[in-house]
Structures are given as C-alpha cells and as structure tokens.
T-cell receptor
Framework: NAGVTQTPKFQVLKTGQSMTLQCAQD?????MSWYRQDPGMGLRLIHY???????DQGEVPNGYNVSRSTTEDFPLRLLSAAPSQTSVYFC?????????????FGEGSWLTVV | GNSVTQMEGPVTLSEEAFLTINCTYT??????LFWYVQYPGEGLQLLLK?????DKGSNKGFEATYRKETTSFHLEKGSVQVSDSAVYFC??????????FGGGTRLMVKP
C-alpha cells in the first residue's frame, strides 16, 4: 500500500516558470488537500477537494491551480513561480465524514524558486 | 476562525527529561485535536489525537488531554530520548477534514 505519493521530491525553478506537483493516493479517499509549510507558520491550506470534480480554495490559494479529474490524483500547478512560493509542499488525503478521521500525508516536495 | 497557538521553540532537553509542549486553540464548537510529528527530512506523521473533551490521546510514551475548559491540548512525555528530536505540530479539525496547524515546536534532545 503506497499511501500518498508526491513527486518530485526536490525541484528548483526560475522565477516565472510553471510546473506541476503531482499527488496520488491509492486508498480511495474522497478528501485530498495541499498544504505549504513555511518556518514558524506551520502548514497552511492551499486548495482542497472533497471528491472528483470538486475543488475549493484554502487559506493561501493565490498563484496555484488545482483540478481533480479522478479520485486518485490531485495535482497542484504553479502558474508563474515566484520566490515567495519557495516552500515545502505536502499533499494529504482522508476518508470523508466526521472530524476524527486520520489524515495521511505525503513525504513532501521541496521547492526552491530563484 | 479557527486557530492554534503553540509555544515557540526550540525546546532543548537532556535525555530522560520531562517534556511539555503547550498548545491552545480557538474554535467554535468541538473540534478534534491532533499532534503530528515531523522528523528531519521527512513528512508528517500522526502522533496522537483526541476527538472529544477529556479524551486522552497517547502513543509512543506521548500523551495529551483534550481540555475544553482551558481550550488546550498540551503534549507531554515523561522521559524523552534522542530519537524524539523532531518538530511537533498541534492541529485541529472543525469540519471537512481540513487541518488548522500551529506554527510547530522544534524539540532537540541531547544525550
């Protein structure tokens, strides 16, 4: 059982470039989300999805796009990378319903924008 | 809105010392509360959780009790080890399975 898989693990981008961070889960989870982690600020929610075809914005959505065409995949797109997007990105997934369900995290993607 | 406040680190302890990392939250109603741990270079792992008032979550010698009256969920361990060195995040869920995190507390345990 692979759980939540993120790729790439490390990436360096130039300002203005675009790229996609991939996230896939094999647990048939309905809920998927993307967080970014910055020093002293914990993790902040970028975008989330409660099922295929449904996405919504989180706390810090600007500069990012998402789509959810399948249950398994939830890619995060950086449209025009900026140095402020240098961060560690985590994808997460869980079953829907209730507030006690365990949330599973990927291992993170370290992104540097120069 | 929801928020979580953790004590700032780093927290530096000697092996076998007692650990407390404070966490308080702001939320309406009854959120579920979590502690996650992040070891160097790795992702987040769920350490423990509590879903209602007075529940105690425990795992690997760590404990935290959901205190509704003080809106707190402090993490404790009676005797830390070098291998406990990591960043610890307190978090809550109110609805929709989306987490609100505290800023994280780095723990360094010296032999």
């Amino acid at each position: 059982n692979a759980g939540v898989t993120q790729t790439p693990k490390f990436q360096v981008l130039k300002t203005g470039q675009s790229m996609t961070l991939q996230c896939a889960q094999d647990m048939n989870h309905e809920y998927m989300s993307w967080y970014r982690q910055d020093p002293g600020m914990g993790l902040r929610l970028i975008h989330y999805s409660v099922g295929a075809g449904i996405t919504d914005q989180g706390e810090v959505p600007n500069g990012y796009n998402v789509s959810r065409s399948t249950t398994e995949d939830f890619p995060l797109r950086l449209l025009s990378a900026a140095p402020s997007q240098t961060s560690v990105y985590f994808c997460a997934s869980s079953y829907s319903g209730g507030t006690g369900n365990t949330i599973y995290f990927g291992e993170g993607s370290w992104l540097t924008v120069v | 809105g929801n928020s979580v406040t953790q004590m700032e680190g780093p927290v530096t302890l000697s092996e076998e010392a007692f650990l407390t990392i404070n966490c308080t939250y702001t939320a309406t109603g009854y959120p579920s509360l979590f502690w996650y741990v992040q070891y160097p270079g790795e992702g987040l792992q769920l350490l423990l959780k509590a879903t209602k008032a007075d529940d105690k979550g425990s795992n690997k010698g760590f404990e935290a009790t959901y205190r509704k009256e003080t809106t707190s969920f402090h993490l404790e361990k009676g005797s830390v080890q070098v291998s406990d060195s990591a960043v610890y995040f307190c978090a809550l869920i109110k609805a929709g399975n989306m987490l609100t995190f505290g800023g994280g507390t780095r723990l360094m345990v010296k032999p």
